[in-house]
Nanobody, 121 residues
Framework: QVQLVESGGGSVQAGGSLRLSCVASGSDFVTAAMGWYRQAPGKTRELVAGINSGGSTRYADSVKGRFAISRDNAKNTINLEMNSLKSEDTAVYYC???????????????WGRGTQVTVSS
């Protein structure tokens, strides 16, 4: 069973930065696509960023230029660097493991428990 454990959430003022990390169990991490989703109160869960095994990435339009996803295969870890944070970035952020097609569309299969990010204006 895959385990995904997020860390790095917290509270920050608008304009600030946070870095989320996710450690994944399992020996197939290097071949897996990984992603970050978020869910704000009263809203559906949405893809924030995805990265495939080759390092190709996909971002939601709302975070392009502000967020960066990366992976460290030696540590079974993905990271999400979040800069210029806005109040609308407030949400629970979930790590996921899944797959990405040739069009860089990401499809989640497994989920972490989430970490809260709160941005105050």
């Amino acid at each position: 069973q895959v385990q995904l454990v997020e860390s790095g959430g917290g509270s920050v003022q608008a304009g600030g930065s946070l870095r989320l990390s996710c450690v994944a169990s399992g020996s197939d991490f290097v071949t897996a696509a990984m992603g970050w989703y978020r869910q704000a109160p009263g809203k559906t869960r949405e893809l924030v960023a995805g990265i495939n095994s080759g390092g190709s990435t996909r971002y939601a339009d709302s975070v392009k230029g502000r967020f960066a996803i990366s992976r460290d295969n030696a540590k079974n870890t993905i990271n999400l660097e979040m800069n210029s944070l806005k109040s609308e970035d407030t949400a629970v952020y979930y790590c996921s493991k899944g797959w990405m097609d040739s069009g860089n569309n990401y499809y989640p299969l497994d989920w972490g428990r989430g970490t809260q990010v709160t941005v105050s204006s």
